[in-house]
């Protein structure tokens, strides 16, 4: 098993945690976008309250560990590796109750590069122990806001783990796989569960829209967040997700591979 001195120096050296990629100036950006509210930030959370600039700054500081000083304007930011892995016990608890429980999963991705592997690990060991990894809206065509405009994508499972494709593109998800934030797939995904009387997801796990998405809507929900995407963060401290890993989300897709083991064999799924 891979013990806490080895991951915390794994965490350090392939920049998922200690000093990351993630600028300040767009961390701070973020935070700012998200006292205003803007939906860009609010990945599909309503806050039960208006949070403050200086509120967000103080709680990512809190539950990243990066530096709540508001005058600390530039450079690189840094995640405190210690949060991380208490970040990960608590998301390896969560997944080891669902297990328990043999509740029916959800899982989504809207960084499908970086993290679809690390995603398609854990619906594998939930199904081995009986979990129903659900596939609901298969093919279904979302309308998403982008940078450039409104585009339209398409929802599609890779080994049980939603992603948001370009039209008419199959295969590998870097063969028309998309980056987005937004709850839209997730809220796709349910509406089209509940409106088949299918069954829901005792736990949606995942990142950015799809947990925050997942848990406006009263669903129990834990996933990976990074220092510049405080919504997950919020969403946890109004207690509508249950665990969030402070990490940077966007370092190479092998590099999540201890991470994998060292969640699996806490929540006794290896």
């Given at each position: 098993?891979?013990?806490?001195?080895?991951?915390?120096?794994?965490?350090?050296?392939?920049?998922?945690?200690?000093?990351?990629?993630t600028?300040?100036?767009?961390?701070?950006?973020?935070?700012?976008?998200?006292?205003?509210?803007?939906p860009?930030?609010?990945?599909?959370?309503?806050?039960?309250?208006?949070?403050s600039?200086?509120?967000?700054?103080?709680?990512?500081?809190?539950?990243?560990?990066?530096?709540?000083?508001?005058?600390?304007?530039?450079?690189?930011?840094?995640i405190?590796?210690?949060?991380?892995i208490?970040?990960?016990?608590?998301?390896?608890?969560?997944?080891?109750?669902?297990a328990g429980?043999?509740?029916?999963?959800?899982l989504?991705?809207?960084?499908?590069?970086?993290?679809?592997?690390?995603y398609?690990?854990?619906?594998?060991?939930?199904?081995?122990?009986?979990?129903?990894?659900?596939?609901?809206?298969?093919?279904?065509?979302?309308?998403?806001?982008?940078?450039?405009?409104?585009?339209?994508?398409?929802?599609?499972?890779?080994?049980?783990?939603?992603?948001?494709?370009?039209?008419?593109?199959?295969?590998?998800?870097?063969e028309?796989?998309?980056?987005?934030?937004?709850?839209?797939?997730?809220?796709?995904?349910?509406?089209?569960?509940?409106?088949?009387?299918?069954p829901?997801?005792?736990?949606?796990?995942?990142?950015?829209?799809?947990?925050?998405?997942?848990?406006?809507?009263?669903?129990?929900?834990?996933?990976?967040?990074?220092?510049?995407?405080?919504?997950?963060?919020?969403?946890?401290?109004?207690?509508?997700?249950?665990?969030?890993?402070?990490?940077?989300?966007a370092?190479?897709?092998?590099?999540?591979?201890?991470?994998?083991?060292?969640?699996?064999?806490?929540?006794?799924?290896?």
């Amino acid at each position: 098993m891979l013990g806490t001195g080895a991951l915390r120096a794994h965490l350090i050296e392939a920049r998922l945690a200690g000093t990351i990629a993630t600028t300040r100036e767009q961390s701070l950006r973020r935070y700012r976008l998200f006292a205003a509210r803007d939906p860009r930030a609010l990945l599909g959370l309503d806050p039960e309250r208006d949070w403050s600039f200086g509120e967000v700054l103080r709680l990512m500081g809190q539950e990243c560990g990066i530096s709540a000083d508001p005058a600390h304007t530039s450079g690189l930011d840094v995640i405190d590796p210690d949060r991380t892995i208490a970040g990960l016990d608590a998301f390896a608890d969560r997944l080891a109750v669902a297990a328990g429980r043999r509740v029916p999963v959800l899982l989504g991705t809207g960084h499908p590069h970086r993290l679809l592997e690390f995603y398609a690990a854990l619906a594998d060991a939930l199904s081995s122990v009986g979990c129903t990894v659900l596939t609901p809206a298969y093919g279904h065509r979302v309308d998403i806001a982008t940078r450039f405009g409104v585009r339209t994508r398409v929802l599609d499972y890779v080994r049980g783990v939603a992603l948001m494709r370009e039209p008419g593109v199959r295969g590998a998800p870097s063969e028309g796989g998309v980056h987005t934030h937004s709850p839209l797939p997730v809220r796709t995904a349910l509406g089209v569960a509940a409106a088949s009387a299918g069954p829901l997801p005792g736990l949606v796990i995942g990142d950015h829209g799809w947990v925050c998405g997942a848990g406006q809507l009263g669903i129990e929900a834990i996933g990976l967040a990074d220092a510049d995407d405080p919504a997950p963060f919020v969403g946890r401290a109004e207690g509508r997700l249950s665990a969030v890993v402070p990490l940077d989300d966007a370092v190479r897709s092998t590099h999540y591979r201890p991470l994998i083991r060292y969640i699996l064999n806490r929540a006794h799924l290896s």
